[in-house]
């Protein structure tokens, strides 16, 4: 299993996860629900409108944390936004309620992927996996 596989394993098991950026010198985190894997990459999107696309635009070093029950995930990365008509058509396949939303009030969703992107999965008290991604 490929490191990107093992990644989108995990996020769908969690179904939930934090995308966790900084604001300036503040750290910030939300919850995301949303992922698409396309050609070996997982990509994320969010409204371009919003402080989280401002946050990872001006630091694009941020981490993705995931759990599964006593397990979680850290995946960490440099964002990289994307403008690939074949990465758009595949959100649209996997939320297109999101995507008329976005639609229907002039919204752009800003995809992004992570660019040396390393995980680890843990238990609490130890690595169960580690790799890049």
């Known amino acids: 299993m ?3 596989e093992k990644v989108c394993e995990f996020l769908a098991k969690a179904k939930t996860f934090f995308v966790l950026t900084t604001d300036g010198e503040q750290p910030k985190g939300r919850p995301f629900g949303l992922f698409v894997p396309v050609n070996g990459k997982i990509y994320f999107g969010c409204g371009t409108f919003k402080n989280v696309y401002r ?3 001006t630091n694009p070093k941020i981490e993705i944390l995931a759990l599964d029950g006593m397990e979680f995930m850290r995946y960490d990365g440099i964002a990289t936004v994307v403008n690939d008509e074949a990465v758009k058509t595949a959100f649209r396949a996997a939320a297109p309620q999101i995507m008329e939303m976005y639609d229907k ?3 752009e969703m800003g995809i992004f992927y992570l ?3 390393h995980a680890e999965i843990r238990a609490i008290m130890d690595v169960k996996d580690e790799f890049d991604v």
């Open 105 to 107: 009030n002039g919204w």
């Open 55 to 57: 946050q990872l635009t």
């Open 115 to 117: 660019e040396n992107g």
């Open 2 to 4: 490929t490191g990107s």
